[in-house]
């Protein structure tokens, strides 16, 4: 399967496929939620890491094509991030 993501819309998709399921042993759950149940703009979803048990539920964020580590900076706390770099 060759998979290239035009944008980082495209880089999310790929957690709610069973090829991540599969492969990366990662599943999308969903977006972060605030305490009022209302979906935080960052980090950008939960995901449920199955590579290690117990799994885990990690905070993510996704980047396409990053220049620095400065472009996080605004992205709150999350555990774990996806880079997609050309």
Known sequence: MYFRPIDEISLRHLFSSGYAENELKMSYLGPVLNQ???????????????????????????????????EFEQNGQFDIAMILLF
Do not use: A, H, Q
Not at 52 to 68: A, G, H, M, T, V
């Open 36 to 70: 009022s149940g209302v979906p935080e703009t960052s980090p950008d979803c939960l995901i449920l890491d199955k590579r290690n048990e117990p799994w885990r539920i990690l905070r993510c964020e996704f980047k396409y094509s990053p220049s620095s580590k400065k």
